[in-house]
């Protein structure tokens, strides 16, 4: 699977923003995907998971009610909604992708897969 994310950009407090991460591949259905972001400084964190029907989600607890993960199976793409952004969130956000699905959704080793990141930048 290869992973290309796209969407990042500057952005003021408050605002929104749509991560997209396409990917390659016909079995994409079959992927946990998840989004990470790594911010200067700072080792790489868990943001965001979404089973491969995307009936579950997971969300780190400084994203959740503000970030919505989703995906589309029939577009090999999955989404990462960013509303009430905050100058904490500026990061590199990367989406990953593993086969099946793994109860530690929130460690980066169990991704096989990763894009190549997209920045975000959130100024106060």
């Known amino acids: 699977v290869q992973l290309q994310a796209s969407g990042g950009g500057l952005v003021q407090a408050g605002g929104s923003l749509r991560l997209s991460c396409a990917a390659s591949g016909r079995t994409f259905s079959s992927y946990t995907m998840g989004w990470f972001r790594q911010a200067p400084g700072k080792e790489r964190e868990f943001v965001a998971a979404i089973t491969w029907s995307g009936g579950i989600t997971y969300y780190a607890d400084s994203v959740k009610g503000r970030f919505t993960a989703s995906r589309d199976n029939a577009k090999n793409t999955v989404y990462l909604q960013m509303n009430s952004l905050k100058p904490e969130d500026t990061a590199v956000y990367y989406c990953?992708?593993?086969?099946?699905?793994?109860?530690?959704?929130?460690?980066?080793?169990?991704?096989?897969?990763w894009g190549q990141g997209t920045l975000v930048t959130v100024s106060s």
């Open positions: 990953a992708a593993r086969l099946g699905y793994s109860g530690r959704y929130y460690y980066t080793n169990e991704y096989g897969y």
